[in-house]
């Protein structure tokens, strides 16, 4: 039942950056890490999602070095009050992992991606968090031929078992994309990693995070996608953002292209009373490469500003009227309805 919907928010470390784009170099200074932590709750946010190299310099360590300054972030994370959301595996910038991970052709590649989501899994243990998000960046092709991709989606399904094995508490979240960095990626939408996650040994356990621009990416609406991991109650956590066309993941301020496309979002999560189990909003928002040093966090603040402002708006929308132009038929008068809605005429 609608309006017991609690929304708290959360970012990673990697949506405050230098604004280096695929074409020019940085173009603002290095927020430090404790720096970036004081942004959370002056923003207004709870939650902080990691990588496994935010929470740690670097995996490739002794365990013992790698556990004991997981120990060190969780000190430092409960000191500012904050609640770390999830853990996911970086597994696309080591140089082992060039052809894929969980999905290479090459054996060693397969075996590092492994060792390596184990030691996420750790880590995740140490900040208390049981949430491990996949996001399988290199996990597809570039020429059709250079893998069996019969072959891949079991590897990817025996990589989810392998994790839900190594610790029988943690739950695995697939953040989907359909391209970028790779052609065409494995499991490129929410639907084909809910496809693969009733493979695995512990479906219970498996569900997804739900990224707006990767959606829209797939030429799918995002609140549409977001209602069908909720029919299968496993929409674990959502990254909002907006895009423009089918292009690069632009990772643009929530609502800033398509408001309308913000509102579906904000109405279906209220609706389905997201975040009641604990879930976060999260926001995958990155400044622009113009913003000035000092206003690079801003990006941050009126993408929750805007999904609030939103939230407004779906509270007081007149649910009869919905209800009337739906058994009119009249899918323009409601269109109309909620577009003036949004700009405060209705
Ligand atoms: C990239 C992804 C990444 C994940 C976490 O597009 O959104 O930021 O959210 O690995
Ligand atoms: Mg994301």
């Given at each position: 039942m609608a309006g017991k919907a609690q929304f708290r928010f959360s970012f990673g470390?990697?949506?405050?950056?230098?604004?280096?784009d695929m074409f020019g170099p940085p173009v603002r200074d290095t927020m430090a890490f404790a720096e970036k932590l004081k942004v959370y709750r002056k923003l207004g946010f709870e939650g902080i999602q990691f990588h496994d190299d935010d929470a740690v310099a670097s995996v490739d360590v002794p365990h013992d070095k790698m556990i004991a300054e997981a120990k060190e972030m969780k000190r430092i994370i409960d000191g500012e009050g904050l609640e770390p959301e999830f853990v996911a595996p970086r597994?696309?910038?080591?140089?082992?992992?060039?052809?894929?991970?969980?999905?290479?052709?090459d054996e060693k590649a397969r075996a590092y991606a492994l060792e390596r989501s184990r030691k996420a899994i750790d880590i995740a243990n140490v900040l208390g968090t049981k949430r491990i998000v996949l996001w399988p960046a290199r996990e597809g092709i570039y020429v059709n031929e250079s893998k069996d991709h019969r072959l891949a989606t079991e590897r990817l399904v025996q990589a989810i078992d392998a994790m839900l094995e190594y610790d029988k508490d943690i739950q695995i979240l697939g953040e989907m994309k359909p391209n970028e960095p790779m052609d065409h990626a494995y499991a490129a939408t929410t639907g084909h990693f809910l496809a693969l996650c009733y493979r695995t040994?512990?479906?219970?356990r498996v569900g997804v995070l739900i990224e707006s621009a990767h959606a829209i990416l797939a030429g799918l609406d995002p609140a549409v996608e977001f209602a069908f991991a909720m029919y299968h109650d496993k929409l674990w956590s959502v990254h909002l953002n907006d895009q423009n066309g089918?292009?690069?993941?632009?990772?643009?301020?929530?609502?800033?292209?398509n408001l309308k496309r913000a509102f579906d979002q904000v109405l279906v999560l209220y609706e389905n009373d997201?975040?009641?189990?604990?879930?976060y909003v999260g926001l995958d928002v990155k400044a622009l490469r113009t913003q000035k040093q000092d206003v690079a966090v801003q990006h941050l603040a009126h993408s929750k500003q805007i999904f609030l402002d939103l939230l407004e708006v779906v509270k007081k929308m007149d649910r009869k009227r919905i209800e009337e132009y739906r058994s009119l038929r009249n899918y323009e008068d409601l269109e109309y309805f909620v577009v003036r809605a949004i700009m405060g005429k209705a």
């Open positions: 470390p990697w949506n405050i950056h230098e604004g280096g597994l696309w910038e080591n140089p082992i992992t060039i052809d894929g991970a969980y999905t290479s052709n040994v512990d479906p219970d089918l292009k690069f993941d632009e990772d643009r301020i929530f609502g800033a292209v997201f975040g009641t189990a604990g879930e």
